[in-house]
């Protein structure tokens, strides 16, 4: 159960690993990349790279490895493998549910590492959508998690200074994010292990 204190205002959640149970998706779209360009790319790499564009991953992998590829091709390569998973992708109920209980009662928001086509998609198949004013995705900021700059731009669209907002997250990346932009942060893996317990 997730109690949101009076001073919160505006609520911004992380789309992939957060509200949506679609990292494994996303997994095996880029394992079908990797396998076709020859490039090294671990899961537990993929896993700790959780809300960096695909771009960003590309570089990284291309200069640590030595290997000449084409961030943009390959980006845009690993979501026509991922659009048709869209439709397996499942809700993670717990932070749904927090986001069903507060819409109409806080402004809400998206702030994700993703494309607007794929996250827009994504949270059309889930139903959601309608429940956020606003979407923010890597194309709308220069700096990517950890830099603050999604959360600042989330809170900026949905009219709440960042300190009145809490924001949810399933990577440490992310929390860092959220930190810098000097919200109050909720582990999305914390909270679900909560609920198991």
């Not at 992380?14 to 095996?28: E, N, V």
């Not at 790319?41 to 700790?48: K, Q």
């Not at 700059?149 to 200074?161: C, K, M, Y």
Request: hydrophobic share 45%.
């Amino acid at each position: 159960m997730d109690l949101i204190p009076a001073h919160i205002r505006g609520l911004v959640f992380d789309c992939d690993g957060t509200l949506a149970d679609s990292m494994p998706l996303h997994w095996r779209a880029w394992q079908a990349v990797a396998a076709r360009h020859g490039f090294e790319f671990t899961e537990e790499r993929f896993y700790s790279l959780g809300g960096v564009p695909s771009r960003d991953i590309v570089k990284a992998l291309s200069h640590e490895q030595g290997m000449p590829l084409d961030a943009l091709a390959i980006a845009r390569e690993k979501e026509i493998e991922y659009r048709p998973l869209i439709q397996q992708v499942e809700p993670i109920n717990a932070i749904v549910g927090i986001v069903r209980t507060n819409h109409g009662r806080r402004p809400m928001a998206v702030a994700s590492g993703g494309t607007h086509r794929i996250i827009e998609q994504v949270l059309e198949h889930l139903g959601i959508r309608s429940l956020f004013t606003a979407i923010v995705t890597s194309e709308d900021v220069a700096n990517q998690k950890p830099a603050p700059d999604i959360f600042l731009e989330a809170a900026r669209r949905i009219g709440v200074e960042p300190r009145f907002c809490r924001a949810y997250e399933d990577t440490d990346l992310g929390i860092q994010a959220i930190r810098a932009a000097g919200m109050e942060a909720v582990d999305v893996r914390e909270l679900l292990a909560d609920d198991d317990d």
